[in-house]
């Protein structure tokens, strides 16, 4: 059977179908942001993984190294936030193929090392090896929380609200943006060896990012939240479950839904979008809605919390009441401005499929 | 500067020179087996990563995904057990290419599952994400030990017996002897072809391997030492130093030294090698005290234990006392068969070398 057709959560289904935990520590195992470790009696270990693989995950050719660091540090950070977490460790393991110097790596590091100095997180092992093909980074999270208290996917209930932090799309757009500039560049360069010029007689390429220094931010140097789950606890908002939005908002209320056995309803004008985004969406001919429900790459949170949490909730900056749980057989559904009903499809994107 | 000017070792001590610890969680972080985290009073959380990329770590052609799941469970379980501590939880990340199936997936996790079940560890999470090139695996495991009682590199003092369990080089001779069978296919392969024939065509091809099972399972199927530990744990004995020999007992002897600050002395009739390996190295005319000295993979223990415990140590089978510590300024020396004095030198392998 071909691994597309299962799709990557699929195949961890299929994978982690038999496992059992052998040990009274793992609280919780594969399914959520983290893991969930019981190692002593005040507080909870969570633990995340992420694997960034060169031309599946990132594009060198517009992607800074130092902000590819800071990215790759803060993916992680993100999901140790979306338990309710705060990120304490980190271990990174590179395979760096023969055309990086030690100076690139410096620069990737520096990135890293910011990401985690501003998140109070210490770099505390990892591997370093050659790699025949592209880079690859792998960086473990690890971080604590009061025990009992992580914030699972499990957890909402028909009539929960459902909210998000930031705004959405933006990291999409942003991508789509560069990879419009790199096609003009490539055309440009491929153009100018035909003419029989050299790669360096060019004048140097300016790119046209003019107005659209939020959503390039959005795409090549994220933000963990650890504003918003400092926000929610200052005012005592404690969300019935959360995640992080890496995937696209469809796609993670599908995974809250199917955990917390519900369905839900969000509201197509009450999507939190950037102006940039929006006017990039329009002049790239694209369905903002469709760019805010799929885009992924967002890193903000996506959390429920008890209905009459609500004002409280409305009152907070940074966060957008976008709709709410039902029961569970009511479907997955957008209503559109016009109040049509839509099926939520969970197209976010597929890293299996590329 | 080029990276293969500093080596993994450089590299690394470069890239984490400014790094202090922001937790007081962050007990030990980069520079041994594992990274020491101290999140309660009873016991400490041991952290430990391999990144293993298709090319560099192993090649497909004759590495079975099944057993190549189980050693990539084992690698780190063996840093865990090289602490001195006890593997709880794993930690998965792979990327795919196209050309695999889910039922290789499949494989690959039996393989990793068993090593699990057989060390009492439990998958608790990971990452699963397309390679546009090879097989990328990276694995994280978690462990602990009581507070206080991880065996770092660290203890060593100059008088201490140096010992290390089971016997070296044969997973290297394993690999050479799986590389020279894969060279004697292709060229078959190749005069095949051509001859005009079809691969398909050809009756199928028996590698010789006969008598030579031990380093064939060595090199492809190795187990982390668990009873070991456990065997010291029965005896009382205490290690001042441990770390687990994966690239070589001479690089692992130049980090206990730099790093416990001695010097040492072992004596090459005391290295313990089988048969299967001796016999192999006489083969391809290779010196065999070389392959044991910096072959790698060998997976076993390397430990420095007070004089006193000699009789002890040298009672327990599956241990062997190579040599002792020295004072600072001494050296690292080999005393070889005729009493000649070498310099040990860290040529085990260098993973950015390749």
Known sequence: MQIKELGEFGLISRLTAGLTAANTETHLGVGDDCAVLHYGEERDILVTTDLLLEGVHFD??????QHLGYKSAMVNLSDI??????PRQLTVSIGISSRFSVEDMELFYSGLSRACQAHGCDIVGGDTTSSRTGLTISITAIGDVAAGQAITRRGARPNDIICVSGDLGAAYMGL?????EKAVYNQQL???IDRGQKPDELPPFEPDFAGREYILE???KPEARADIVKALADAGLRPTAMMDISDGLSSELH???????TGCRIYEDRLPLDYQTAAMAEELNLNV????????????LLFTLPLTDHDRAAALPGIKVIGHMTPPGQGLLLIGRDGAELDLKAQGWNPLAT
């Not at 060198?60 to 190294?65: A, G």
């Not at 936030?81 to 705060?86: L, N």
């Open 60 to 65: 060198l050719q517009y992607t800074p190294l």
């Open 81 to 86: 936030y979306a338990m309710g977490g705060r």
């Open 176 to 180: 789509q943006l560069l990879e419009r």
């Open 190 to 192: 491929q153009e100018a």
């Open 218 to 220: 959005r795409q090549l």
């Open 255 to 261: 995974h809250i839904c199917s955990q917390s056995n």
């Open 289 to 300: 809605t469709t760019c805010a429900l799929n885009g992924g790459e967002d890193y903000e």
